[in-house]
């Protein structure tokens, strides 16, 4: 069975290329830029620069927001994958793998699939790390020079980040198998789509949190205090411009189909029937 779920995993990333590919791009182009943000926060020469206390301050606060939306992105991307590929997790299942076969075999998967995008991104980063350095030396107006920014105390930082993140995908998906039937697996991607929880809710807190990060952008008067309260507005934003599209917009047009005036006029009601639709499909994915 060993030799089996090794044969299996291979050939799935194959016959499913055109399904990972946005997987791999998004997973490539998170590390790159993260691997860019921890090249430029721990690079030494930043000492060198005018205001490096600023730099570094500014640099280290980005870490987080990169790797947090690294993360996301990456969970996100394989979420997708993992629906689309639902019915055929059934089918194995219904063939006769186990779960715990099933779990051993997407971890390899993920293994392979790791291996190859995290060394990619690594790789591309490497290539235009000393382009990025360089262009910062020309924002802070000082002499550009072209020279080795290669860490590998970056490397390893980036190895044991995206490490983090793929044990926890592996966790994910081995709830999502041992918590579903074959015959669920199947049935899965042809689920009917569901209605999101808590809209209205999600809708007040992300004006809230949207309306909160710009005033905060907007009153800063404190050149000492700028970078860290700049970093909560732009978290702020973040949130709550997340919250909006994922819950506001349909709250918005529940708001018109309820407007009977509005909503049954012909080309209305065909156009917000069609985008509620699509927004309840996209909650449910």
Same mark, same amino acid.
Not at 9 to 37: H, M
């Given at each position: 069975m060993f030799?089996?779920?090794?044969k299996?995993? @291979?050939?799935?990333? @194959?016959? &499913?290329?055109?399904?990972y ?5 998004? #997973?490539?182009?998170a590390?790159? %830029?993260?691997?860019?943000?921890y090249s430029?926060?721990? &690079?030494p020469?930043i000492? *060198? $620069?005018?205001?490096?206390?600023a730099?570094?301050?500014?640099l280290?606060?980005?870490?987080? #927001?990169? +790797?947090l939306a690294?993360a996301?992105?990456v969970l996100y991307? &394989?979420s997708f994958v993992?629906k689309?590929?639902?019915?055929e997790?059934g089918v194995y299942g219904m063939l ?5 076969h099933?779990?051993?075999?997407t971890?390899?998967e993920l ?8 060394t990619?991104?690594?790789g591309?980063?490497?290539?235009? *790390?000393n382009?990025i350095? /360089?262009?910062?030396?020309k924002l802070?107006?000082?002499k550009?020079?072209?020279v080795a +920014?290669?860490?590998w105390? #970056? #490397?390893?930082s980036i $190895?044991?980040?995206?490490? $983090?993140v793929?044990?926890?995908i592996?966790f994910l998906?081995?709830?999502?198998? @041992?918590?579903?039937?074959a015959l669920?697996l199947s049935?899965?991607? /042809?689920?009917?789509?569901?209605k999101?929880r808590?809209l209205v809710?999600?809708t007040?807190?992300?004006l809230i949190?949207q !309306? !909160? ?8 008067t *404190?050149?000492f205090k700028?970078?860290a309260?700049?970093? %909560? ?12 599209f994922n819950a ?10 309820? &407007? ?6 012909p080309?209305n009601?065909?156009s917000?029937s069609?985008l ?8 449910s *994915?």
């Amino acid at each position: 069975m060993f030799r089996l779920t090794n044969k299996l995993a @291979i050939s799935n990333l @194959i016959k &499913n290329r055109k399904l990972y590919y946005p997987f791999a791009l998004s #997973v490539i182009l998170a590390v790159t %830029i993260s691997y860019l943000f921890y090249s430029l926060a721990f &690079n030494p020469k930043i000492v *060198d $620069l005018r205001g490096a206390s600023a730099i570094q301050f500014t640099l280290q606060l980005g870490l987080v #927001v990169v +790797t947090l939306a690294s993360a996301i992105i990456v969970l996100y991307a &394989n979420s997708f994958v993992m629906k689309n590929r639902s019915k055929e997790l059934g089918v194995y299942g219904m063939l006769g793998l186990e779960k715990r076969h099933l779990i051993g075999m997407t971890f390899k998967e993920l293994l392979i699939f790791g291996l190859v995008t995290v060394t990619a991104g690594i790789g591309i980063g490497a290539l235009f *790390d000393n382009l990025i350095f /360089a262009l910062l030396l020309k924002l802070a107006k000082m002499k550009v020079e072209l020279v080795a +920014t290669f860490q590998w105390s #970056v #490397v390893f930082s980036i $190895l044991l980040v995206f490490g $983090l993140v793929f044990l926890l995908i592996v966790f994910l998906n081995a709830i999502r198998i @041992i918590r579903m039937d074959a015959l669920q697996l199947s049935r899965e991607k /042809a689920k009917g789509e569901k209605k999101g929880r808590f809209l209205v809710l999600q809708t007040l807190v992300g004006l809230i949190a949207q !309306g !909160g990060g710009y005033y905060l952008a907007l009153s800063v008067t *404190d050149a000492f205090k700028a970078v860290a309260t700049f970093f %909560i507005a732009v978290m702020l934003v973040i949130v709550g411009t997340y919250l909006l599209f994922n819950a506001g917009i349909t709250v918005f047009l529940q708001l018109l189909k309820k &407007n009977k005036r509005y909503y049954y006029q012909p080309n209305n009601l065909i156009s917000v029937s069609n985008l509620i639709f699509r927004m309840k499909k996209m909650l449910s *994915d």
